[in-house]
């Protein structure tokens, strides 16, 4: 018999997350689950921005509900977003073109949050930048940035486009900024 929690889907665990009479502890636990099969920025920053959105649901369980309806709508895009790549992969192969551009956009590695992408950008930076998850001082300053304004001067752009080109141990950092950046 498998563990608790273990081969159960995205949505057998949202089920667990609405059952009330489950433990908070538990229907907590499902919730995170969800978050480790759908988690767009990350699962720490995932959660995080999905307790700034619905508020502290680990301790409130009437919470419990508006944090899954977030998270399921965000997965819920995700999944769409991926049966149209498919779509597209399909007619790109019968036309020849058998191996996408690397730099081609892929939903099957979720980039951002369905549904609030700059929203949830901007939490992932903040989250990652409080964490102190990048000793480059440039990727310090353009959070700063993004964090105090949302967007970038003119020169913080330049800095950005040298930092995109090699972001060293920023990557995931990077990657949300480019997010902002392009939602702004």
Known sequence: M???????S?????????DTSLPLGHRVSALRLCLWR??????????SFLQS?????????????DALELLTASHAAWQADLRAYGVLRQHAKRVGYRVPHPSAPNPNKP??????????ALHAVWFWYSKGDSEDIDVHSLAVALIERG????????????????????????RQMAVVVAHS
């Open 2 to 8: 498998a563990r608790e929690g273990q081969f159960v």
């Open 10 to 18: 995205f949505a057998g665990n949202a089920r667990k997350v609405l």
């Open 38 to 47: 759908y988690r767009p920025l990350g699962f720490q920053a995932s959660f």
């Open 53 to 65: 959105m619905a508020g502290d649901f680990t301790r409130d369980p009437a919470l419990l509900p």
């Open 111 to 120: 980039s951002h949050w369905y549904g609030a992408p700059r929203e949830a």
């Open 151 to 174: 967007r970038f001067t003119e020169a913080q752009r330049e800095i950005f486009d040298r930092v995109c080109a090699e972001p060293g141990d920023s990557r995931a950092i990077v």
